[in-house]
């Protein structure tokens, strides 16, 4: 694949989108980002084109060039193999699967080391108890732009969420960890994702039921969801295998489902991203998404819910 001046990359806002803007700006291959929700990919909601590269988000056939890596984009587009899509499922992170195709160490060099290993160590879900409860370093900045932390509800920060993550990209590309933390706008979320904590312990309990080994989180009757990292809750429920995520889609056009595996218990055989492509959705083994419309929530819900039930 052949690349001629700059592209605009489109990418989801969250810390691999974020890890593969930095090193195609290295790489000084885009002069634009666009953060995307993949839904808005499938629907065709996003114009794109010959100048744009797409990371980690469903294969649209008009872009220069597709990465990915999730395994459920194999089954959605067995048999058609695009010329433009470099598609590798072995690699756990989008931005490993760019940093591979480009030349890895031999083009980049070390520079970008820890930052490659914390999105890979994220993107699998490999988290201690401690990372969990007192994040510091990468993790902390990976739970911040985490969509699932939902620091993106409040909007009293200095800058948008939107403009926190393009400054980012800047930013990890030039300062050590621990300075780049310290940051006052990451010092602001920092301090919010910490006020809130309580607040976002009682809601998980509230809202949370375990059905079996799946819990399941509703929080669509709630005024306001407090930030809190997605695998806090496999704490308040260690016997809990899978979570099954239920929150409204934007402006409440639609239900969103995420399913996530226990970093405590992974031990089953259930593939989520499979699962959620049968409902239009997609993701990873351990971690997947849809989105339905609102008349059929409770539907899929059961059938969501049975099939995580039958395996864990």
Known sequence: MQFYGYYRL????????????????????????????????????????????????????????????????????????????????????????IFNHFGGTSRFGRSFDGLLAAVDQCAQGQYTQDDILHPEGWMLLNFLVDPRTGMGRFKQFRVSNYRFMLDLVHCCRYYPINRLVQLPDVQERVQLYHQYHEQAIQQLQRCARLEDNVVVLDLQHEEVIYPVNRYMVFLLFPQARIC???????????????LTRSVFRPEIELDLGRLCLG???GGHAYMATCQI???????????LLQACMQAA
Request: with cysteine; proline share 3%.
């Open 10 to 97: 489109i990418t989801r806002s969250d810390f691999d989108g974020l890890a593969c803007a930095v090193l195609l700006r290295e790489l000084n291959l885009i002069d634009d980002i666009l953060f995307v929700h993949p839904k808005d990919m499938q629907e065709g909601e996003v114009a794109v084109n010959d100048q744009d590269i797409t990371a980690n988000l469903p294969y649209v056939p008009g872009c220069h060039v597709a990465f990915d890596h999730h395994a459920s984009e194999v089954s959605r587009y067995q048999g058609l193999n695009p010329d433009n899509l470099i598609l590798d499922t072995r690699v756990v992170s989008c931005a490993r699967l």
């Open 293 to 303: 419309a609102n008349v059929k929530a409770d539907e899929v819900e059961v059938e």
């Open 244 to 258: 099954m995520h239920r929150i409204w889609g934007l402006r409440q056009r639609n239900t969103v489902f995420t």
């Open 279 to 281: 409902f239009g959705g």
